[in-house]
């Protein structure tokens, strides 16, 4: 059996393990970043002091055995006819009644995976409520996720200000993994939040397993504009001291131009390599589906992908 550790954040990744738990013959664990402070998560946080618990319900969802009445139960949203409740989503309440019950939020988590039977482990970052900051390239220091992701400025490097804990048994996991994966999610705001706590940084750094990054497709107005894969690949080194990746995972699929057309509307466009050198494998992939006109990671793909990286690696 091969340990296979995920570390981000977000839908991202949400895909990603969707793909990765259909392989038979792997561990699958997953790092998922508890910085996140908008939304229902935000709320929830705000009133009870809590890590976010948003990402690490969506995880849990992706890694459940099916879908049954338990992940739909998971994924409800009161609308905005729900008076206090409108907006908030019933598996983030869920948790959080959870964690105030154990006085621990890394227990309800594992409590909770048990509930739905989660074909996999789910490690929260940290089980601190804790407040991601960033420096802009204009000299400011812009506080919280939200507003680093909606500020018009451009985002130099994330830190916090405070010491984050994290547990023995997520350093445990990076320590015994065959393969940790990168990503898939926001650069800054997803990925980065979980490998700058300073003891998972370590871990990283000292680990035995391959580290494989699966570079986001699309670049992000206000985090990664006008960036090549290189520079996603040179900030995540940047940030944790040390050059780690051992192969990075790029989509060679064909892009419709109406997709190109509607996410230049957004000011976002598509990640290319710039160089033909690295200091790491590059491997291209078919990875995407283009619904609806919207880049999205297809599970299958995403599978597909990583048995070809267990079989080379």
Not at 197 to 224: F, P, Q
């Amino acid at each position: 059996m091969k340990k296979v550790l995920c570390i981000g954040g977000g839908t991202g990744q949400s895909a990603l393990l969707k793909g990765l738990k259909q392989i038979d013959g792997i561990e699958l664990a997953t790092v998922v970043a508890t910085a996140d402070d908008g939304g229902s998560t935000g709320q929830l946080r705000n009133v009870f002091n809590l890590p976010a618990m948003g990402d690490v319900r969506n995880v849990m969802v992706a890694l459940a055995d099916s879908e049954d009445l338990m992940t739909k139960i998971m994924n409800h949203r009161f609308d905005s006819n729900s008076g206090q409740l409108s907006g908030h989503n019933l598996g983030n309440i869920i948790i959080s009644a959870l964690a105030i019950d154990e006085k621990d939020f890394y227990r309800a988590v594992v409590g909770l995976c048990k509930i739905l039977r989660v074909k996999g482990k789910v490690y929260p970052s940290t089980t601190q409520s804790v407040t991601l900051k960033a420096h802009m390239n204009d000299g400011s220091i812009v506080s919280g996720e939200t507003q680093i992701r909606e500020s018009d400025k451009h985002v130099k490097d994330v830190f916090y200000d405070e010491k984050v804990d994290t547990y023995p048994q997520l350093l445990q996991a990076i320590d015994e993994a065959d393969y940790i994966i990168v990503g898939i999610g926001s650069l800054y705001t997803s990925i980065l939040p979980n490998i700058i706590i300073e003891d998972i940084r370590k871990a990283l750094c000292s680990c035995k397993g391959k580290i494989i990054y699966y570079c986001n497709i699309m670049t992000e107005k206000g985090e990664t504009d006008n960036y090549s894969v290189e520079k996603h690949v040179e900030v995540i080194h940047k940030h944790i001291g040390s050059d780690i990746i051992d192969a990075v995972i790029i989509s060679r699929d064909i892009f419709p131009e109406a997709v190109i057309k509607s996410y230049s509307l957004e000011e976002a466009e598509i990640v290319k390599l710039e160089r033909n050198e690295h200091p790491y494998k590059v491997y291209l992939h078919s990875l995407l589906s283009f619904e609806n006109n919207l880049v999205r990671h297809d599970p299958i793909k995403v599978r597909d992908s990583f048995l070809e990286i267990m079989r080379d690696m």
